[in-house]
């Protein structure tokens, strides 16, 4: 079994003299929160919230928005099933969540206490158009100006989502006058800003952001009338926004709330555990594969003629910085492989849940030992740096067509494209010797698992707790108390051969 970390929740003593900092990570699906313990780093406690946010969008399937107030109430759902006396013990927030999305709202509207003197989410506000909107095609991004950036402009990239609302709903934008991601909007009602603040994470994935020089592409903006003034103030990541104002549930008043980092960089920082040596991949939705780049990189500025690279850099930590494949093929891929079974099944006149579809398609793909013939590019959502890209299927024949050899050929068809992304060679010329895999949909997926391994062909090690929202609580914790993390052995992986 996959061991798991030493929880301290259930030693009173321990309990009553901890101190914790809490982590949170505002998820695109779900929000958790931890609490760790400040001297020993363990985890004594996380609750989850699926947020089922999710709202139409004006523009159909090509946009994707969600409802800022349901993902406050999962926020605040986690927080309220934590023991008030180990809120009350809570010494610093960490706060991280999903890049490149954007929200607005009108200072001084965009929070309200209530009848019970709770800060609850206002009544000007937009909705969260997450890093999954696609308002913003190849041609309306290439009719944008050139970021001063090594980083390119996608669609869902909140700098991007302001362009169109500016060119194609200009009135509604003036409706605000500040932005920022979810996460950075959470922060300012905790702490009651009048100016929203970001990290440089965050600012890096918004867009038009040169992370060498810690600023804002102004002139560009300026020139193309961008309502520059609505942008976060950027800090460093695992810096503090602020101090409570006042309690925050039963967290005291004073307490240090960090600016918002980003997700995947905090997903990094939970799973690595030789910073110098191991690679990182997750699967969840989508999939990402990064490591850290050593001490002192500095990447170059990227040309209008450059060719788009499926690696990019982002800001790590302490200025450093992570080599990233972002992949848009991930578990969706085989989430739709599974509606599509269960529709024929429907069209033939059968009900079958997918839960019993995906139990038996995963135990059929565990029993084919043969590298699968059938080859299935799964990548029906495209890619950032090949947007047209489609999924493709090929070499089909009368013997490679069953369920189990289909199911391995888009769980190995998901790994391919991440490798072609990031290669082996990509890898072993970085220093790495170990990947190191976490996400919801790896860890229950020993076809993934295997396919893993037999594409990279260096050692694997699985992870349970490779979550965001407690590699912002470590973040901080190695930033702002005096015991590192890294000194302290975590032992919560499992290799890949080992049973779930």
């Not at 986690?78 to 009350?88: G, V």
């Not at 362009?163 to 922060?187: A, Q, S």
């Not at 952001?209 to 102004?218: A, P």
């Not at 460093?236 to 039963?250: I, M, Q, Y």
Request: charged share 20%; hydrophobic share 40%.
């Amino acid at each position: 079994m996959m061991s798991r970390r030493h929880s301290t929740a259930s030693n009173p003593s321990s309990l009553k003299l901890a101190s914790y900092i809490m982590g949170i990570d505002v998820g695109t699906t779900s929000v958790k929160v931890c609490l760790i313990n400040t001297a020993s780093r363990d985890v004594s406690l996380k609750n989850i919230k699926d947020t089922m946010a999710g709202i139409p969008s004006e523009l159909g399937a090509s946009g994707d928005k969600q409802d800022v107030a349901k993902i406050y109430g999962a926020l605040h759902s986690c927080i309220s099933k934590i023991p008030k006396d180990q809120l009350r013990r809570v010494v610093h927030i960490a706060m991280c969540g999903q890049m490149h999305g954007v929200m607005f709202w009108k200072q001084g509207e965009g929070w309200i206490r209530n009848a019970k003197d709770q800060v609850v989410v206002g009544p000007s506000i937009s909705a969260l158009y997450t890093w999954q909107d696609g308002r913003c095609s190849p041609e309306f991004l290439n009719s944008l100006p050139y970021p001063t950036s090594h980083l390119s402009l996608n669609t869902g990239y909140g700098c991007a989502t302001i362009f169109w609302h500016l060119r194609n709903k200009p009135e509604y934008l003036l409706k605000f006058d500040r932005c920022g991601t979810v996460m950075d909007f959470i922060v300012c009602m905790m702490l009651d800003l009048s100016e929203p603040i970001t990290s440089d994470q965050n600012a890096a994935g918004f867009g038009f952001f040169d992370c060498i020089s810690m600023q804002w592409n102004h002139q560009n903006l300026e020139k193309a009338k961008f309502p520059i003034k609505m942008l976060p103030q950027v800090v460093h990541s695992t810096e503090n926004a602020g101090l409570l104002p006042r309690d925050w549930f039963d967290i005291p008043a004073g307490t240090p709330v960090s600016a918002a980092m980003g997700d995947l960089q905090c997903s990094v920082k939970s799973t690595l555990e030789d910073m110098e040596t191991d690679a990182v991949i997750n699967l969840s939705t989508s999939a990402q594969i990064a490591f850290v780049k050593q001490e002192g990189f500095q990447p170059e500025y990227s040309q209008p003629s450059d060719l788009r690279s499926s690696t990019e850099f982002f800001p790590y930590i302490e200025g450093r910085y992570i080599a990233v494949a972002a992949s848009l093929t991930g578990g969706n891929a085989l989430a739709a492989f599974v509606r599509m079974i269960q529709l024929w099944c429907v069209e033939l006149g059968c009900n079958v849940p997918q839960s019993k579809i995906w139990s038996a398609a995963l135990a059929a793909g565990m029993k084919e030992g043969e590298t699968p013939t059938l080859d299935i590019n799964p990548t029906i959502f495209g890619e950032r740096h090949c947007p047209d890209q489609k999924g493709t299927v090929s070499n089909i024949n009368q013997g490679n067509i069953g369920l189990g050899q289909v199911t391995r050929s888009v769980c190995r068809g998901i790994i391919a494209n991440l490798a072609s992304m990031m290669t082996p060679e990509m890898l072993k010329e970085g220093g790495i010797k170990r990947i190191v895999g976490s996400g919801a949909c790896l860890i229950r997926n020993q076809v993934l698992q295997r396919e893993i391994q037999e594409l990279y062909k260096i050692p694997v090690t699985f992870v349970e707790e490779g979550n965001a929202c407690i590699g912002a609580a470590i973040a901080v914790a190695d930033r702002h108390f005096a015991q590192k993390s890294d000194s302290l052995k975590r032992n919560r992986t499992f290799s890949c051969n080992e049973q779930m």
